[in-house]
């Protein structure tokens, strides 16, 4: 072993892992988790000072993925080269495992919408986000991992259902897709979709990776419901289920547990990536057994 | 069939303008303003959000409503044009001057340049410190036409309320502090920096300098040559203050100016932002 890949621990694990935050820092950094490796928001380390710091020091002996939330893949009007060159210099400072995006937009005419929006599912979409993300991975001189998205709208002229979209972008591109199984939960819910038919219809060889997450569910006047994807608490017995039959389809793969607003202990993280660990031990001996078979 | 250009544009102006009809008539079924009002809340929430990070005096000073008020209208005047939102709110303070319901407050928008210039130091980019044993290595002439290149977290501010009193009295809670603070004591010249000293120690301090100190720390991060800037600075002990600047690492490169000494600027060096 070359003493670069010691000093790096570079490559995801497929084990679980956590979505690394502030609050989470310092306590990190003193108590050193038993966790098999962590996720942040590359936005969040675009400056130098405090953040930065902490993450390298964590980062010295945990596997790290950086998760992008603003280079709007889906923008018609192209991305942002400057904010391309910051996430370069962050991937640059942190040489993370894996580097991930959104099939998503939120940015037009200049103007930086705060949120991952969704796309019309047309050929257009799919021609714009698979030019970005060529660009992204001529420009990182690397493979990324796309996120599905979660969504509350639905546009009339969508053609391409979001699962044969998913997979036409890892086709056309040969990015790897990260499967975000709340994400499926809660669209396959506002949409009336079949979560079960959505994870059939993606490709398995390229799932890189997957995200686990709590979600909120809002009553609407016309007496149904939405389900926000707020990332605020634990992950449901329903989002469980459908991870075990994503592992079933997919094997194991590097998941992440993801707590965004109402931040709890890391405990509490700790529990939710055990829960998944369990289950990907599981997937594992499955795996093993069948190719003893 | 709209284009992606076409829906982008329609699901900005719900967004920023809260004109739903262009959009609202792409959208599947008879889903409508319920749906749009989600990504709404999502973006006001998460840019307001952004907004108090950077100015959490201000969102003390005027209360949780008042500042949410005034960030709705000031995002609506000017929405985020980078997806970095540590980088956010540049035009706040000078938004907050002319916001007539906070005219009550005349020292609101100069707390809120503080805190940007703040925020821009918690945020500057790491830099490596000069390395001192380059300037030991000039000649005294060169050393003279020695420009430096300040710190990117450093900045120098004129106020004129002593908001750097308000500002830390404000942001800790510091009743007797306020108090205190009389807002006719005259203006501040303040030097903004952060200083990073461990793995978690990267803290931003803020401190008053006098005015001929303050000209000459300006002269220093404008660019002027050490020569010019010494010559500028008659009658206050330059030499030391330099001194200190290096220690404190506020200049972390520097270049040396064309030989033939140009003529000095007639104006004084700028205080910014």
Sequence with gaps: ?293 | MPTLLETQRAMRASLLDGEDGAVAAMLAEHLGADRLNIYRNTFITGVTKALRLTYPAIHRLVGADFFEGAAGLFIAQHPPRAAYLDHYGAEFPEFLRDFEPAAALPYLADVARLEWAVSRAIHAADTAPLDLSRLAALSPQDRGRVCFVPHPSVALLYADYPVDAIWRGVLDADDAALAGVDLDAGAVRLLVERRDTGVNVSGVDVSRLDEAACCFAAALCDGWSVEEALAAAAGIPADALLAEHLAAGRFFDFRLAPPEPTPSPAAAPEVWP
């Design chain 1, 1 to 293: 072993m070359s003493p670069d890949l010691v000093a790096h621990p570079g490559p995801i694990p497929a084990q679980a892992g956590i979505g690394l935050r502030f609050q989470h820092h310092q306590v990190v950094l003193d108590s050193r988790p038993d966790v098999a490796w962590m996720e942040v928001h590359t936005e969040n380390y675009m400056g130098g000072g405090a953040p930065l710091r902490y993450l390298d020091a964590i980062r010295r002996d945990c596997p790290m993925s950086l998760h992008g939330v603003g280079l709007s893949l889906g923008s018609a009007e192209g991305l942002d080269p400057a904010h391309l060159e910051r996430i370069r210099g962050v991937a640059e400072r942190i040489e993370p495992g894996l580097m991930s995006e959104h099939i998503a937009w939120s940015v037009v005419d200049g103007t930086y919408l705060a949120d991952l929006l969704p796309l019309p599912m047309t050929e257009e979409s799919l021609a714009v986000v698979c030019r970005h993300v060529d660009q992204v991975q001529s420009h990182m001189k690397r493979r990324i991992l796309v996120e599905n998205p979660s969504t509350y709208l639905r546009f009339r002229h969508s053609t391409i259902p979001e699962w044969e979209f998913m997979a036409a972008v890892a086709e056309r591109t040969g990015c790897g897709i990260l499967c975000d199984v709340n994400n499926i939960y809660v669209s396959a819910h506002n949409h009336g979709w079949d979560a079960a038919a959505y994870l059939a219809g993606l490709p398995p060889a390229a799932i890189g990776e997957i995200h686990l997450a709590g979600h909120s569910v809002r009553p609407l006047p016309d007496g149904g419901t939405v389900r926000i994807d707020d990332h605020g608490s634990r992950v449901i017995g329903e989002v469980w289920a459908l991870y075990r039959e994503a592992l079933a389809r997919f094997g194991p793969v590097p998941t992440l547990i993801e707590w965004d607003t109402d931040v709890p202990t890391l405990d509490v993280l700790l529990g939710e990536a055990d829960h998944a660990r369990a289950l990907l031990a599981t997937a594992e001996r499955e795996v093993r057994s069948a190719d003893a078979a």
